[in-house]
Each structure stands twice: as C-alpha cells, then as structure tokens.
C-alpha cells in the first residue's frame, strides 16, 4: 500500500501558507522525505498522517512519501527495505529488538540529537531505551503502561478493594474465584500475553536489574530465584485465578470474559482500554490497579513498551529525517498525538500534557512517581527475538500444565546456552 | 523432386521441430529456474550458514544439521507431518465414496455436486476460521453438542494430544471435495460396455466396484494421491489460522516450523530454516522422483 501525500500536503500547505509563512522562511527544508510506518491500524495511521500534514505545512518544498505497512508484516519485512532501498524514517521498537540492526549497522546512531537540549531536559526517561553500547539508535515518539484493569463494579459486588500486597491479591482473587468467575482473563494463543505476566511476577519477586540479566542470558533459567517466580505464578494459577483454555485465545478474543463478567480482571497495556470501552464498559465499571508487590524488599518497576522511529544508515535525506525526528518529540506535538482521541497513550515529552483521561492519569502518576525500580519495554522487547520465542511457549507451557516445570526449565536453559 | 531440393527443404524443416519447442518452453523455463531451480539450491547453501538475513552470514558446516536432531520442536514437526500425510490420505476413499454417490442423476444433483465441492472453493483461512469457531471451547458448536449428549467438554485446539488430528481433520474436508471432483471426472471416462460385460458375468457391488471400475479409475486414483501427499507435506495455512503452531509448538509442522525460524517475528535464523526446509525438501523428493517416474512409465506405455 503506497499512499502518496504529496498531493494532501501541497493542499495543506495552501491554506496555512500566511500562518507559517515567516517559520517557513528560515528554517523551511527542500527535498525528499521518505517515511515507512507500520501505523496501519485506524487511530495510529490517523496520528501518522496527521503529523505528516502539520510536518508539511512547515515544509513546504519538502516531499513526504509515505507508505503505510501493516504492523505484523512490518516485522519482517524491515529486513529487507532497511538493508536495500532504505526510506529515510522507519518505525520499529526500542531495546533489544534494535540489536540486529545496530550490529548489522543498518540504523543511524543519532546521539548527536539526544545531546541537544530538548532531548537533554525532556526526554531523559525513554533514553534508555533507545540506548545500545552507549550511543543512541532512534527516538521515541509514544508508549504506555501495563497494569491489572478490573471490573469496579464485581469489586463492589464482592466488597473488595484494589489490594497493593500478594496477601490482599490472593485474598481478593480467593473470593472472586469462590463467587463462580475467573480472577483473571488472558488469552495466549499468540504467547506474549504470558510473557506479560511473567515480567510482572518477576519484576516483583526479582526486581528490575534480574529481568535485565535474566533478558540479557546472564542468569540461567534454572536458577532458584527464577524457581521462585514461578512458585508465586503457580499460586495464582492453582487457585484457579486464570480463565481455562486461555491457550485457544487471542488478546482479543479474552475480552469477552471480563466484559461479560465471567472474570473480573485482566492485565494487560493500556490499548485494550479502547476495545473495552467499545464493549461497553464505562468508565465506572472499569479501573485500573498497579500490579501488587510481592516482595517487599524489590523497588517496584514496570513494564511500559516504547514505540520508536529509526533512520536507516542508507537512507538519503537523513538531515530532513532527523528534522521530522525533532518534530515527532516536540512537546506540542506529542500532546497531541498521545491524546485520547488520537493513541490515547502516554507522552515522552516530559513537557506535555496528560490528556484528562482516567487510565492516562492513573498510568502517567504510576511511571513517573511509583516506578522507581526502573521501566522495562517488555518480555519480547527485552528478550533477543528467538530467546523470547522460545521462552513465551515455555510460559504457556507452564500456565496449562505447571507439572512441566522442570522440563520447561531445562529446555529455555539449553535454548539459552544456544542462543547467547 | 530431385533429391537436392528435398534436403534443402528438410533442413529448416529439422530445425524448427527441434526449436519451435525450446522457444516456446523458454519463458517457462526461464521463470521455472529463476524462481524454483536457483532457490533451491540457493536454500541449501544458505542452510550451511549461520545468518540471521543482516550482516554478513557465517559458515558453520553442517552444524544446523546436527541441531536439528537434538531440537524437540523439529521432532514434534517431524512427528505431525507424517500423521498429516497418513490420515490426509483419508480424502482420497471419502472423495471416491461421495463421487460413487453423486455419481447419479437425479433432479438437483448438480446442485448437490456444487455444494459438496463447496469447501474446496472457498479459501483454506476461511475452512480454518469456521473449523476454529466449530472447536471454539467456549462458544463452539461441537462442545455444544458433546455437552448437549452427556459427555464432557473437549478443547480440541488447546489440547496438545487432540491438535493435530482437529486440524488434520479440517483440512479433510476441502481434501475431500478435491478428490470426490477428480473422481467424478473419472467416473465419467469409465467405459459403460465393460460395465455392461460385467453386469452380464454377474459382477455386482463391492466386486464391480474393484475388478472392473477401480482399475478404470487409476489415472484419477494417481492424481488424488499425488495432490494429496503433496498437500499434506505443505499444511501451513490452516496450522498458522487455527493454531498458531500451539498449544506450545504441539500442532507445528516442517514448513511452519521453518517459518518461524527463519521469517517469522521471533525467527531470524535464515541458515537453520533453510535447513528445515532442505529436510523438508529431502522427503517430498522422495514422493516426487516416485510420481515422476509413475508418470513417465505411464506415459511411454502403448496405449
């Protein structure tokens, strides 16, 4: 799909001539700008083209082409567009999935944008995420909190309150499972749900700097603290706290259980908000909860993925590239995109505003005030692909049949001496 | 004529038969070994690498080889293409069955033939996506009536015993429809004096079904056979709708296991996928020298 924005841009430009006219003057660019974005789904491919609009009417004598990929296909296909015909800006995520094309050296190293002031003052919190062997490979332009999203209205039913401890949780999800529902909905057919809950148990019983070892292959999976996040997980899922044949089931298609009530909870990024709203649950019968602790002597971290733009090292117009960079981070543009009627998800600009939102309010004080253990991008993010894979299907493996344990054990570890 | 004019003559003659062929198979040709031949060959080199599709691959022998054998995930492929290529073959007496059956006139039976062959029209996602929806735990039709007669629930896809045959049944049905139309093709070349002949011999039933139509059907038989052991060695679009290659690997097979490996998001291990794919390649050869050879003597018999 090649949509062509010249002719858009061109239109746009007209009508807000006299507005940027004395901007345009200065510091207008000239040339070609090629973006490929894997924004495809409706409300990003909305923010994408709309940056490009306000991008455009900044720029007149610039050409933006930009064409849209579907986000899955994206995933391999930036294979093959980055180390041939590379356009001038691609999205991609942060942390470790950069690896194979920073080693590959087929993405920028754009340190020298991250020491300008802007970056400096504003953007220090997404850093390092975008940081491989000390220099930086791409800016962020969004991301968004994990967390447990709860039926309010079961709660009140039930009498229970947002618990904080694993106490109150196995207490709380004891009395749900007791009033016929499941704790917890999840659908793992596609795995990375369970690689979600996983993080979480782990960052709570282990805390931020083992996931990080644990990600980089530093820690075996036999480990007996890695034992120990699996003992806590099987508590829950002994209990009965997860609804049954999550294994046949998308994210999606788990939905249905908590919207019907069939289970009161779920944990899960702040996109499933918008599905969950159309489903009918309004804002009272829906909130969100910080996922409890678990030991109490771990700092509490969270997983918050970040969502990035990249220029390819065969790119041709990188100085135009980098000016859309600039723009993207900019904190007026980043109130905008982030937005509720836009992602609705969280700004990296430390500068702009939080739409009024609920889950946004409540996601936004949650990383930058109770997250001092550090923010990690996500079990498949933080993984090397192939580990992440493989470990994903240990972990479903583990939530139907936990006797596996062992098994699963061994073989991660044995992936994990392969694969490192 | 003198004997000058016609060599003259023959000649061009020669030439053309001998070339008109060749030029008109050359586009062919051309793409065939630009697409297939060069690729091949091109997936066996690569599988001697370690490459992860950037930078610069890395030889390493036959060291993916060696993986293979030790790797459970390819073992359990292994194990399901051969149930797929078993149990597929279970299309080719169901497809002859419904043709037997069909093959009648009475009012309507086209229309029963198109429905029939219903399944084999529409698209393997979509055979897959009303397959999944039939097994569907929660919602589905056949736990619905398993409930309905007394007995318990089963989750076919999300049990990794189960898998396999909920999808290799799945894929029986548009296989199915494939080999009931090769056969009513047949049926229709089936010679009615030999059936006649038959008839006056006594031969009825099960008996005229074996001695005197069967052999008759052994160009559509040969066919049925052939799409179907090709079919089930490339099973990828159902496994990839209905499961994913889950629950935890336990539905996956050769070629989606090479997917994942090489293409897929958590892949990128070109050389080992190629690998899979060579091994892959190793056991439909074996079925393919065999249908080519089939064919070539078949051809070159007296007719």
């Known amino acids: 799909m090649l949509f062509n924005f010249k002719k858009t841009v061109v239109a746009a430009t007209t009508s807000t001539l006299l507005a940027t006219g004395a901007f345009a003057g200065s510091h207008a660019l000239s040339g070609d700008l090629v973006i490929f974005s894997d924004m495809s789904n409706p409300a990003p491919r909305a923010v994408m083209e709309g940056m490009i609009d306000r991008f455009g009417a900044m720029h007149p004598n610039l050409n933006i082409d930009l064409t849209v990929i579907d986000r899955e296909n994206m995933k391999t296909q930036i294979l093959n567009f980055t180390s041939a015909n590379a356009p001038d800006l691609t999205n991609w995520y942060a942390a470790n999935r950069m690896i194979p094309f920073v080693d590959a050296g087929l993405f920028e190293d754009v340190s020298d944008l991250w020491a300008e002031d802007e970056f400096v003052n504003n953007l220090a919190s997404t850093k390092g995420a975008l940081t491989l062997d000390g220099k930086q490979w791409g800016i962020p332009y969004t991301y968004y909190q994990w967390g447990v999203y709860y039926r309010e209205d079961i709660f009140k039913e039930l009498g229970l309150t947002e618990p904080t401890t694993w106490a109150e949780e196995k207490a709380n999800c004891g009395k749900i499972v007791a009033s016929g529902r499941a704790c917890y909905t999840i659908g793992t057919k596609y795995l990375w749900t369970a690689g979600g809950w996983f993080d979480y148990v782990n960052l709570r019983t282990n805390g931020y700097d083992f996931h990080v070892q644990l990600a980089n292959g530093e820690i075996a999976w036999t480990d007996p603290r890695v034992r120990q996040t699996f003992a806590n997980w099987r508590e829950l899922i002994d209990m009965g706290a997860f609804v049954e044949n999550h294994q046949t089931y998308s994210w999606q298609e788990s939905l249905p259980f908590i919207v019907n009530g069939d289970a009161a909870a779920i944990l899960i990024g702040n996109f499933a908000v918008a599905p969950l709203r159309e489903a009918g649950l309004s804002d009272d019968k829906l909130d969100f909860y910080q996922f409890v602790s678990i030991n109490p002597d771990v700092a509490m971290a969270e997983d918050a993925p970040t969502d990035t733009f990249h220029i390819p090292s065969l790119a041709k117009n990188k100085e135009n590239a980098k000016e859309f960079m600039r723009f993207v981070v900019s904190a007026e543009n980043q109130t905008l995109i982030n937005a509720g009627n836009a992602l609705g998800q969280l700004p990296i600009n430390a500068q702009s505003a939080v739409d009024d939102d609920e889950f946004l309010n409540q996601g936004f004080a949650m990383l930058s005030t109770n997250s001092p253990g550090g923010v990690a991008q996500f079990f498949d993010r933080d993984f090397p692909a192939e580990m992440a894979g493989i470990g994903m299907e240990g972990l479903q493996e583990f939530m139907v049949f936990p006797d596996n344990l062992e098994d699963i054990l061994n073989r991660l570890e044995t992936a994990r001496a392969d694969i490192y | ?303």
């Open chain 2, 1 to 303: 004529m003198s004997a000058t004019t016609q060599h003259i003559k023959a000649k061009p003659l020669w030439n053309k038969q001998k070339l008109m062929p060749w030029l008109f198979l050359m586009p062919g040709i051309l793409f065939f070994a630009i697409y297939v031949i060069f690729p091949i060959f091109q997936s066996f080199n690569i599988s001697f690498y370690k490459w992860s599709g950037l930078g610069e691959p890395k030889y390493i022998g036959l060291k993916n080889y060696v993986k293979l054998f030790g790797d459970r995930a390819f073992e359990i492929s292994l194990w399901n293409n051969l149930k797929w290529l078993v149990l597929y073959l279970l299309a080719i007496p169901t497809g002859l069955a419904i043709a037997l059956f069909l093959n009648q006139t009475v009012t309507g039976i086209r229309l029963y033939k198109s429905l029939f062959f219903f399944p084999f029209v529409i698209s393997q996602v979509v055979v897959g996506l009303v397959f999944t929806w039939f097994y569907d735990p929660t919602f589905g039709l056949l736990n619905t009536i398993l409930t309905s007669l007394g007995f318990a629930p089963l989750n076919v896809l999300g049990d990794p015993t189960l898998v396999t045959y909920g999808i290799i049944l799945a894929g029986l049905w548009p296989q199915t429809a494939y080999c009931m139309i090769l056969y009513l093709t047949g049926l229709n070349t089936v010679d009615p004096d030999q059936v006649e002949a038959a008839r006056l011999d006594g031969a009825k039933g099960l008996r005229m079904l074996w001695y005197i139509i069967l052999p008759q059907l052994r160009p559509a038989t040969f066919i049925a056979f052939v799409v179907t052991v090709i079919g089930a060695l490339r099973s990828f679009d159902l496994v990839s709708i209905m499961t994913n290659g889950g629950p935890f690997g336990s539905s996956r097979v050769l070629s989606f296991y090479m997917f994942e490996k090489a293409l897929s998001e958590y892949g990128f291990r070109m050389g080992y996928g190629a690998a899979i794919a060579v091994v892959l390649f190793a056991i439909m050869m074996v079925f393919i020298v065999y249908f080519l050879r089939a064919m070539y003597k078949q051809e070159s018999e007296p007719r």
